[in-house]
């Protein structure tokens, strides 16, 4: 299925609060609120997928990182020209964070198993966090060596 352009949808206080706790931002902003989260990252935000659509496609260029809100992904990794799900994820779910700390080339297909909402950190913003977080920039860089390992 095409994935011309997700429905984007204001940020609120529920996500707000899933974005905080997914990227460990209490105590960087400990009163974290919707009206912060578009203010700090400007150019992210909520993306609702259709079942089937492609958040993600293997070998493309990309760094943006996303967090599973509500719904199911299905993850796929091609290896000559053969598909394997590798997983089902859901809420709570950060993707992404190997091609945002590797070289910027995906390693798998993500597609909404569901109906799916994610936030989508632009890497225009994930390098604010990055740069004032260390904490969660090692927490990216260990996920990404565990799911590449």
């Known amino acids: 299925m ?5 429905l984007r949808l ?11 706790r997914a990227f460990h931002l209490e105590g960087f902003f400990p009163e974290f609120s919707a ?20 958040i ?27 598909a394997a799900e590798a997983a089902r994820l ?4 950060v993707l992404g964070e190997v091609a945002l700390l590797k070289d910027g080339v995906r390693s798998a297909t993500v597609s909404a198993a569901q109906p799916t909402f994610v936030f989508r950190l632009t890497f225009e913003d994930v390098g604010y966090i990055l740069n004032n977080n260390p904490e969660l920039a090692e927490h990216l860089r260990a996920l990404a060596r565990q799911r590449t390992a």
Do not use: W
């Open 2 to 6: 095409a994935n011309a352009s997700p």
């Open 10 to 20: 204001p940020v609120d206080e529920a996500t707000a609060e899933a974005v905080s």
């Open 35 to 54: 009206e912060l989260c578009a203010k700090i990252f400007p150019h992210s935000g909520v993306y609702q997928y259709r079942s089937g659509e492609k």
């Open 56 to 82: 993600i496609v293997q070998r493309d260029p990309g760094r943006d990182l996303f967090l599973i809100l509500a719904g199911e992904v299905s993850v796929l990794f091609e290896i000559d020209s053969m």
């Open 90 to 93: 859901g809420p709570g779910v």
